[in-house]
């Protein structure tokens, strides 16, 4: 199994739409997550950090199923500037502070007018 | 603050050149990392830095490739020779050591966007 899976999409909803993306991880000890944000042609960027069972930022909520080893995103009421290619982050467990980010391929978000 | 800064941002170069990337981490940020990205791949984690000292260079593809970081706020990634496949998004990313328990959050640069004919 990888280390993180993504279903790469893409979707494509309407502007108003929720859509929801999960992401599915191997190491069980992983403490926390994230999931980046990354524009066409541009470097990715944070864009929520996912610690305990989740959190919500805005439109953006992020849950954390530790039992089932998955992580989701949900984006209510899609914006056309939400288009973009959303990547969710598991870190290594190396038993130390710091240590690799693995990436998921990403989740390809096309919101239309 | 500038950010990450990574040149070039776009290099066109012949098989069996040298090709060598920079990149200048966040002020402060004692982490650096280089990863490559491909349609194929996806991000690829290449190597890691804390404190200037290579911690993991497990993801460096072969001896063609090499990593130095000579002090905090500089760092060069250099494939030679350099062959087609290498072609690819090679991103820089800055991180402040994280706390107990937690992870880096990282900041990337603009990417250098290499092809190799």
């Known amino acids: 199994r990888k280390e993180v899976e993504q279903d790469p999409g893409p979707f494509n909803v309407p502007e108003g739409a929720t859509v929801a993306f999960n992401c599915t991880y191997s190491?069980?000890?992983?403490?926390?997550f994230f999931w980046y944000r990354q524009d066409c042609r541009k470097e990715p960027k944070l864009l929520m950090s996912?610690?305990?069972s989740g959190n919500e930022d805005g439109r953006f909520t992020a849950q954390l199923n530790r039992a089932s080893q998955y992580i989701s995103l949900l984006i209510r009421d899609s914006k056309l500037s939400d288009s973009a290619t959303y990547l969710c982050v598991v870190p290594a467990d190396r038993g130390s502070t710091l240590g690799r980010l693995y990436f998921g391929r990403g989740t390809q978000l096309t919101v239309w007018p | 603050d500038a950010g990450v800064i990574q040149s070039p941002r776009h290099e066109v170069t012949e098989m069996g050149q040298e090709v060598t990337l920079r990149c200048k981490p966040i002020s402060g940020h004692n982490s650096l990392f280089w990863y490559r990205q491909t349609m194929m791949r996806g991000l690829e984690l290449l190597i890691y830095?804390?404190?200037?000292?290579?911690?993991?260079d497990s993801g460096m593809p072969e001896d063609r490739f090499s990593a130095k970081m000579p002090n905090a706020s500089f760092s060069t990634l250099k494939i030679q020779p350099s062959e087609p496949r290498d072609s690819a998004v090679y991103f820089c990313?800055?991180?402040?050591?994280?706390?107990?328990?937690?992870?880096?959050?990282?900041?990337f640069g603009a990417g250098s966007r290499l092809t190799v004919l």
């Open positions: 190491n069980s000890a992983s403490q926390s």
């Open positions: 830095f804390n404190n200037n000292v290579p911690i993991d």
């Open positions: 990313a800055s991180s402040k050591e994280a706390g107990v328990g937690g992870a880096n959050v990282l900041t």
């Open positions: 996912v610690y305990s």
